[in-house]
Every structure is written in structure tokens, then in C-alpha cells.
């Protein structure tokens, strides 16, 4: 046994990274270096790879796959031979699109997210939510006396739904032959930022556009009681009497008061500047006396948007308190939570030469509750 354990000890094996493998993530990185990404550690042998341009990138990958005489191949016969969405140069580009694409999505400057709440639904069928009304009030038991059973009052409220938005472009044989990165470095990234602009668009013309909701009435009315009888530019009496509505707003099917705050104060660029200086002064800043505090002072954050000042005819005086996301009165559902675009690439469609990519994301947005808003029309 002595002996078994000292000649056939088991072997010890690992997994490492075939050659092809080194030679896809140097490029890829390499390429990304070339259009001016930050690549954080970048694989070894990137630099190799930065100063090559696509068609000897082409050429040297076709090489790796055992094409012998890919240095003597024309542009044409690379594209329509070799350079098919299984090979290893379509890998590198299509990565390389991604990390640009993915990147640019994240840095799109939008502003919804701060705001409204992130929703998951799993497929396209209309889905209907319910919201918990009031309990029951506690009541006095006498000794010996018993407890009153009750059941607790629920409300249909919003019908979410997904619906899918995409497009498609293409990386033209023109591209390619003309050593074209910036079309990596431009396209992909433009794409990106449209698609989450997209969703901030539609946030916002939800908001302002104030169509009727889950109960058959505008978002913003007087059976909502969420419009500020106290008109104006942000001040420390519109916000005032904004503040006290969202307060004396009562839970569903019920009287007792949900003592709301409002957390975010929403406007349109024009008021930006405005409700800056409202919020970031110590003192009224339309008090008589310096010495008149600002109660608002810090309590509120602003989030301006572009998408409000011509949302409506009205947008550039229109504005509006909002409660913490956690209960935002509008929420924005993703296919499953992803809130990240597809993107894929795909033989280029009959007739064309290139590479072409789909883009498409499955998002909702949907008032789920109005008790958490309160609108100034302005002056």
C-alpha cells in the first residue's frame, strides 16, 4: 500500500487556455486599445494588435483558422468566403461592438432611474396588479371581551405590460475596406444611448402628457387631489402646499392619512436654476429679512430633464414632487428584470455585404399609484 501511494499518487491536472483562445482576447483587447477604450489589464499581446489595421486583423485571424493563403486574399474574397458570423474576426469585432455598446448604455445621461421604480415581469401578457387598501381600526376590548375579526380591503390597481423596441444596423463592405474603426467606436455607442433615451422619453411623456390611468381618471386631477391649488414657480409656498397634499393623501379604500414626504422635485430645464438656488439656500431667498430660514433647505433633491420643457404646451412652467422611489408612482418593467439591451450580430440580410447587428430591449412603463405625485402647473 506504502508503495501504491508513493508510485500511482493520482496526477494533477488544470484547464489552460488554448492558443486560439490568447489569440481572440489579445486582439479584442487590442482593438479596443486602438478605438481609445479604458481595458483594464488588458491580455497579454494586446499591444501587438493595436496598430493593425481591420483587413490585417482579418488576415491574421483567418491565418489562426489554417487559411493558408489568407495574405494573398482580396477584400472580396475574405467577406464573402471567410468572414462569416462563426469566424473568429466576426467574434472579435462583434465583442469589441458590445463593450462599446454596454459601456455607452450605462453613461447615458438620463434621469428617469433616479426616481421611478424597477419593475420584472416574465412574458408580454398583460399583467394586473393589486394594491392593499386600509385594515381595519383597532378597537377597544372590553375584559373578557373578544377580538373582532377582520379582513383587510384590496383594490385592482395598473395593468403592466411589456412591449419590445429595436433596430438594426450594419458595418458596410465600404467600412470594412476603408479601415473605418470609428464606425465601432461611434455606432454601437449611438444605439445605446437612443435606447435608454428612449425609455427617459417615455417616462417623461407619462408624466406630463397626464392621460387617464387604472381607475379611468387623469393621473393629475382633482378626484386625485394632486394638483397644487397654489400656482407658481418653486417657491417656499408652492412647495408648501404641494408638500401638504402628497401628506393628507389617504391609503386606498380608507381615511387614515399615509403622511407622505416628497423626496424629488421634477422640472423642466428652464426651472432648474431656480429651484437650485431654493433648495441650496440656507434662507428664503424671497423673504424680506435675511434672517428668514428656508425650511425646505437640503430636503429636496432636483432632478431636471430636458424631455418636460416641451413635453406639453405649457412644459417649460409645469413641475412636480415626487415620493423616494420606493414608492414612485411610476414603474418602468424589464423582460425578466434585464434592464440591458440585446445586442447580437447576424449575417448581413440578402443582397448586402458587411456585418450587421439586432438591438432590441422589452420594457413597460406604467402608473402604478398617484397618491405620490403632486403637479404645479405653473404660472
Avoid: C
Avoid at 293 to 298: A, E, G, I, K, L
Amino acid at each position: 500500500m506504502e508503495k501504491q501511494l508513493k508510485d500511482g499518487a493520482p496526477s494533477t491536472t488544470k484547464v489552460t487556455v488554448d492558443e486560439k483562445d490568447k489569440f481572440r482576447a489579445a486582439a479584442t483587447d487590442g482593438l479596443a486599445l486602438r478605438l481609445g477604450m479604458d481595458v483594464n489589464k488588458p491580455a497579454p499581446g494586446a499591444t501587438d494588435f493595436r496598430s493593425l489595421s481591420l483587413r490585417e486583423l482579418a488576415k491574421e485571424t483567418l491565418r489562426m483558422e489554417g487559411v493558408n493563403n489568407a495574405f494573398r486574399l482580396s477584400d472580396e474574397e475574405m467577406l464573402r468566403q471567410y468572414l462569416n458570423p462563426t469566424s473568429t474576426f466576426t467574434s472579435i469585432i462583434d465583442t469589441t461592438a458590445r463593450k462599446v455598446f454596454e459601456q455607452a448604455y450605462t453613461e447615458a445621461e438620463t434621469t428617469y432611474q433616479n426616481w421611478t421604480r424597477k419593475g420584472t415581469l416574465k412574458d408580454f401578457r398583460p399583467t394586473k396588479t393589486y394594491q392593499t387598501g386600509t385594515a381595519g381600526e383597532l378597537k377597544l376590548v372590553k375584559e373578557g371581551g373578544e377580538l373582532e375579526h377582520d379582513n383587510p380591503n384590496g383594490f385592482e390597481g395598473a395593468q403592466r405590460q411589456l412591449l419590445t423596441f429595436g433596430r438594426q444596423f450594419t458595418m458596410t463592405r465600404e467600412a470594412f475596406i476603408n479601415d473605418d474603426v470609428g464606425f465601432l467606436n461611434t455606432l454601437p455607442a449611438l444605439y445605446a444611448q437612443s435606447a435608454r433615451l428612449g425609455i427617459n422619453k417615455l417616462v417623461y411623456k407619462t408624466l406630463a402628457e397626464n392621460a387617464a390611468i387604472y381607475d379611468g381618471k387623469k393621473l393629475f386631477s382633482n378626484d386625485h387631489k394632486n394638483v397644487s391649488g397654489v400656482s407658481g414657480a418653486p417657491s417656499i409656498d408652492t412647495i408648501s402646499a404641494m408638500r401638504q397634499l402628497m401628506r393628507k393623501q389617504t391609503a386606498p379604500g380608507g381615511t387614515v392619512k399615509m403622511n407622505i414626504s416628497p423626496k424629488y422635485m421634477i422640472v423642466p430645464t428652464s426651472l432648474e436654476t431656480k429651484a437650485g438656488q431654493l433648495i441650496g439656500s440656507a434662507v428664503d431667498p424671497n423673504g424680506v429679512h435675511s434672517a428668514v430660514q428656508n425650511p425646505f433647505f437640503n430636503s429636496l433633491t432636483i432632478i431636471s430633464d430636458a424631455e418636460l420643457d416641451d413635453a406639453t404646451a405649457n412644459g417649460e412652467k409645469e413641475w412636480y414632487l415626487a415620493a423616494d422611489a420606493l414608492r414612485a408612482a411610476i414603474q418602468v418593467d424589464f423582460l425578466n428584470g434585464i434592464d440591458m439591451p440585446t445586442i447580437q450580430m447576424r449575417q448581413a440580410p440578402a443582397g448586402q455585404l458587411g456585418f450587421a447587428w439586432d438591438i432590441f430591449i422589452d420594457y413597460g412603463v406604467t402608473v402604478t399609484d398617484y397618491r405620490t405625485l403632486v403637479k404645479n402647473n405653473g404660472q
